[in-house]
């Protein structure tokens, strides 16, 4: 079965674990999607992640963050560009999200 947009996928994942309050949630992987974990990782939304050699195709493995409290740091996470309406927004046109409480990742041509 073939996924017209895989990093909204991940997204829903993550975003159905943080609301199901699981430890943890799997997907499938590409070196985007790795790349994106990573930034949550950095950014202290995550405690790890890992990539999983399984059969027939690797899959990465995300440990969600969770406070004493059963708080979760994401509270909101959603996908702005999608595959059948890009989004093309200026340097300077970027915004803080929440008021500087958050992080928004963004892809350009240089990486």
């Known amino acids: 079965m ?32 790795e790349g ?3 930034v949550l990782l950095d950014e202290g939304y995550v405690t790890r992640f890992e990539v999983l050699d399984t059969k027939p195709a690797r899959t990465v493995r995300v440990h969600l963050k969770w406070t004493e409290d059963g708080e979760n740091p994401i509270h909101e996470i959603r996908r ?29 041509s240089r990486g």
């Open 80 to 108: 702005i560009s999608k595959p059948g309406c890009r989004v093309y927004s200026g340097q300077k046109k970027l915004q803080p999200v929440i008021s500087g409480y958050g992080i928004t990742v963004v892809s350009t």
């Open 36 to 38: 994106v974990c990573q």
């Open 2 to 33: 073939s996924c017209s947009d895989p990093i909204a996928d991940m997204l829903t994942i993550i975003r159905n674990g943080v609301m199901r309050g699981q430890k943890r949630v799997d997907f499938p992987h590409s070196k985007i999607k």
